[in-house]
């Protein structure tokens, strides 16, 4: 997914323009915000440790989708596809990698605010991009 937003950002960088950063940052922001609000539905409609194939496959969407975003936000900065997909492969592996210990150790603790723990980071991110501190 990456990799297609990186395409789609390098295409349409020459039409955009100087507003890249600014609709980068600002589908990350969305992106965050969606994924808040999701968090704070599920913690409402869910029972603990229900559904979780149907969490575990939404999570995954719901990454991708933010991967999709980021590629963009990237291609219109115009960086080179293959030096991107290979640093948001070894990023992506290792933070995930990272994710699942930090998961383990931590567990229960801050199970039920992992949602909104992602989502305020994809925002935060977002308007880091879009304020031009990337």
Excluded: C
């Amino acid at each position: 997914m990456s990799l297609a937003g990186l395409v789609a950002g390098h295409r349409l960088a020459k039409s955009i323009g100087s507003a890249g950063p600014y609709l980068g940052g600002g589908l990350l922001i969305l992106t965050g915000v969606f994924t808040i609000v999701q968090a704070r539905r599920s913690v409402t409609n869910d029972s603990p440790g229900s559904h979780w194939l149907g969490g575990l496959i939404f999570t995954g969407a719901a990454l991708s989708i933010d991967n999709l975003v980021v590629g963009f936000a990237l291609g219109t900065y115009r960086v080179s596809l293959l030096l991107a997909a290979v640093v948001i492969a070894v990023v992506s592996v290792a933070m995930s990698l990272v994710g699942l210990e930090i998961g383990t150790r931590l567990g229960t603790s801050v199970e039920q605010w992992s949602g909104e723990l992602g989502g305020a980071v994809l925002v935060l991110v977002g308007v880091a991009i879009a304020s031009g501190v990337f």
